[in-house]
């Protein structure tokens, strides 16, 4: 175990990361350093989204094909939160059939977009690439074979290694391009071996991911963008045939069994040396929706396996229950027109852009608070609630976790912490699945419907709940002459990497920087580690349409 402790500067002054990267979408992080440690933080979206406007007017059946091209990573939980929004206004119970089927594919979300951000969007935080290149292949593979059931050879070490050298003599690095470890960084604590036993792990996660999302396709139809959920239940009727379950089946296994011996392995590696940041990036309060509703319970938010709750001021011995009536968005600092918090189904996106650098509006995310709280959304918070309530899954790996890392509970509110909730989310999820497997083939022998029939109503609002990979994620649909009147999405990278409201208080990722050492203003990976924790999703891409040509101009801003 290592007990090193972070280094730090002597520097007094801003720092300015834009782009950052290893995210979906634009993001800008500002912050002001005072004698090496971060003092204040602003969280900059600089990604104008707009959707909510675009759906005004539209069948409410439309709602979950626009807003799942929001993101280009978790498509799926759009379309779902959209459904589930559509389903509480009109009040129709979904088939059980359709809630396995749902909660399986959400399940491989959740592992797909595990894997991709330990691995692809967060490792390099940690990891240092380029010292891999000084390991020995035959420690590397005594190393990983010490961590983890599955016998690894020194060869296929030794074939990375020959690979990433290949890579660095060509000057052309691929995915490992404009990392800040280039050229050493003392804020890097791995062993060459645990480098190259991670970087090596990096390059089979890569072919991993595309085997989980077909298993997302088995049912979906397709991904990203699945096309299977319709208001009342799915589509997939290919789903009830046992050729279609066991594609599903046997592709979720090969990524459970990547996730049990290779990820928590690795994860508990890496933690095991970055132990000084359990005592950087925590936040006080945290809400979770819960996920995974009981068969009949598509609507009811305490059937879930998974249960929803609220934590402040890190009581872990005082858990509150979720009310969705405490939700309001703010914009007071905001690049929208008006000061006052709305509840979602009156809230209105309207643009008002000042400038880029404005220290009072700067940020083209609101800032969602519950019960006038900012709040951390996200793995974290789920893990957190789960623990509090004696969860009979999570409890244990959570304190597995601990023990391995001989920390305490403490350590959770934390990078550290929010990054193994990750992993153990992720694990308890991938070891439910087959329960969920069998009750879903256990159910279609007796019973093969999928879908209930339904109508749109004239008028009515209704909220759909998704408890996202990235965390607590909403869409309220106001339905006003049979279409939509308003439509909002409150996701959980507003919740997290929201800007300041209006009592000025921090949203949850600025809140986290603050106090954090920064080695090397240069090259502030430190910045990464906590803003890549929170795996911050903006948005995809920003496209100007000339109402002329119809040609379709492209903009990228540094």
């Not at 009310?323 to 000061?339: L, N, Q, Y």
């Not at 709940?465 to 049979?482: C, K």
């Not at 208080?505 to 920087?513: D, F, I, Y």
Request: a neutral charge; one cysteine or more; aromatic letters at 8%.
């Amino acid at each position: 175990m290592s007990d090193k402790k972070t280094p730090q500067s002597t520097y007094s002054g801003p720092v300015v990361v834009d782009p950052l990267t290893r995210i979906e979408g634009h993001l800008r992080i500002e912050v002001e350093v005072e004698n090496g440690k971060i003092k204040d933080a602003r969280s900059c979206g600089t990604l104008y989204r707009g959707l909510e406007n675009i759906l005004k007017g539209r069948d409410p059946r439309d709602a979950q094909h626009i807003t799942q091209r929001t993101c280009g990573v978790c498509t799926y939980t759009h379309a779902l939160c959209s459904t589930r929004a559509l389903e509480d206004a009109i009040k129709v119970k979904v088939p059980a059939n359709a809630t396995y089927i749902r909660n399986l594919v959400l399940g491989a979300q959740f592992l797909h977009d595990h894997l991709v951000h330990f691995y692809h969007l967060h490792a390099l935080d940690f990891v240092d690439v380029t010292s891999a290149l000084q390991a020995d292949p035959a420690k590397a593979a005594q190393l990983a074979s010490s961590i983890s059931p599955r016998k690894a050879k020194a060869e296929d070490f030794k074939a990375v290694q020959d690979k990433l050298k290949a890579f660095v003599a060509s000057g052309q690095l691929g995915p490992f391009t404009n990392a800040y470890f280039l050229g050493g960084h003392e804020a890097y604590y791995l062993t060459p071996e645990e480098n190259l036993v991670a970087t090596a792990h990096y390059l089979e996660a890569l072919r991993v991911q595309v085997k989980t999302a077909r298993a997302m396709a088995a049912f979906g139809a397709k991904n990203p963008h699945p096309q299977f959920l319709v208001a009342g239940g799915v589509t997939c009727y290919e789903s009830l045939t046992p050729a279609r379950i066991k594609e599903f089946t046997d592709l979720y296994k090969e990524t459970r069994d990547f996730v049990e011996q290779v990820y928590i392995p690795d994860l508990l590696m890496v933690a095991s040396k970055y132990k000084d940041w359990a005592g950087f990036g925590g936040t006080e309060n945290f809400m979770t929706f819960g996920e995974f509703p009981a068969p009949g319970g598509e609507r009811d938010l305490e059937s879930r396996w998974l249960k929803p709750g609220v934590i402040y001021k890190r009581k872990l011995d005082d858990l509150q229950k979720f009310d969705p009536a405490k939700i309001a968005e703010h914009v007071r600092h905001s690049w929208f027109e008006g000061d006052k918090a709305l509840p979602p189904y009156e809230g209105v996106t309207v643009p008002h852009f000042t400038k880029l650098g404005d220290t009072d509006r700067y940020s083209w995310l609101k800032a969602p608070r519950y019960n006038e709280t900012a709040v951390e959304t996200g793995p974290l918070a789920q893990v957190l609630v789960s623990y509090a309530q004696g969860h009979k899954t999570v409890k244990p790996l959570v304190d597995h976790v601990l023990k391995a890392l001989n920390v305490g509970p403490e350590a959770l509110f934390s990078t550290l912490g929010r990054t193994a909730a990750r992993g153990i989310e992720t694990l308890a999820i991938a070891q439910q699945m087959d329960a969920w497997l069998k009750s879903y083939q256990d159910n279609i022998a007796k019973d093969q419907q999928i879908v209930e029939d339904c109508v749109i109503p004239k008028e009515a609002r209704g909220a759909g709940f998704v408890n996202a990979p990235r965390g607590g994620l909403s869409h309220w649909l106001r339905i006003e002459g049979g279409k939509i009147g308003n439509f909002q999405l409150v996701v959980p990278t507003t919740w997290n990497l929201g800007p300041r409201d209006a009592k000025d208080v921090m949203g949850a990722a600025e809140h986290a920087l603050i106090g954090t050492p920064v080695a090397d203003p240069k090259r502030p990976v430190e910045i990464l580690r906590t803003i890549h924790s929170f795996d911050p999703c903006i948005a995809c891409a920003v496209h100007v349409i000339d109402g002329e040509s119809n040609e379709v101009h492209k903009f990228k801003v540094l």
